[in-house]
T-cell receptor, first 114, second 109 residues
Framework: NAGVMQNPRHLVRRRGQEARLRCSPMKGHSHVYWYRQLPEEGLKFMVYLQKENIIDESGMPKERFSAEFPKEGPSILRIQQVVRGDSAAYFC????????????FGQGTRLTVV | TQLLEQSPQFLSIQEGENLTVYCNSSSVFSSLQWYRQEPGEGPVLLVTVVTGGEVKKLKRLTFQFGDARKDSSLHITAAQPGDTGLYLCLEGGSEKLVFGKGTKLTVNP
């Protein structure tokens, strides 16, 4: 039973480019969460999605950031026109249902903006 | 969504020592989960506690859920360098899955 898969593990982008981070949840999980983590800090909630729906995006910057979880395929976190401050580790977690919120995490994507 | 406070924020100890870290809230948890995150990796679920007063053991780790379900503790016996990491608590049953800021534990050989 494959765990949560994130790719790429490392992503380097120049300022102004777009970054696309992918997350495939565990089999049978329909809830996906994205977090950002800066060095030496905790996990900051960004967005919570179910299939084809954004449930809570209160932690996501209003501009340049978007997320989706289509009916088929992985969840995508998209950052347009990246800036140096976007450099961070981005983690995705999935869970089966809201009540059973044992969340399982991917290994993260480390984004570096140069 | 309630705020979770974890303490201490940083802890550096010698191998073989015992330690306890805490997770507290002003509100009642429906359940609580503990995770450990090692450098460069994603958080890994250690345990879920549900019932007030519950105690769960995982090898040298002992997890306790307060009777009032507002607090939890993680006790590590005879810490080893492999226990080094960021220990995070998470309120179960909440939509956002908001974590506490974590306790960064360093166990020195």
């Amino acid at each position: 039973n494959a765990g949560v898969m994130q790719n790429p593990r490392h992503l380097v982008r120049r300022r102004g480019q777009e970054a696309r981070l992918r997350c495939s949840p565990m089999k049978g999980h329909s809830h996906v969460y994205w977090y950002r983590q800066l060095p030496e800090e905790g996990l900051k909630f960004m967005v919570y999605l179910q299939k084809e729906n954004i449930i809570d995006e209160s932690g996501m910057p209003k501009e340049r950031f978007s997320a989706e979880f289509p009916k088929e395929g992985p969840s995508i976190l998209r950052i347009q026109q990246v800036v140096r401050g976007d450099s961070a580790a981005y983690f995705c977690a999935s869970s089966g249902t809201v009540m059973n919120t044992e969340a399982f995490f991917g290994q993260g994507t480390r984004l570096t903006v140069v | 969504t309630q705020l979770l406070e974890q303490s201490p924020q940083f802890l550096s100890i010698q191998e073989g020592e015992n330690l306890t870290v805490y997770c507290n809230s002003s509100s009642v948890f429906s359940s609580l989960q503990w995770y450990r995150q090692e450098p460069g990796e994603g958080p890994v679920l250690l345990v879920t506690v549900v019932t007030g007063g519950e105690v769960k053991k995982l090898k040298r780790l002992t997890f306790q859920f307060g009777d009032a379900r507002k607090d939890s503790s993680l006790h590590i016996t005879a810490a080893q360098p492999g226990d080094t990491g960021l220990y995070l608590c998470l309120e179960g049953g909440s939509e956002k899955l908001v974590f506490g800021k974590g306790t960064k534990l360093t166990v020195n050989p």
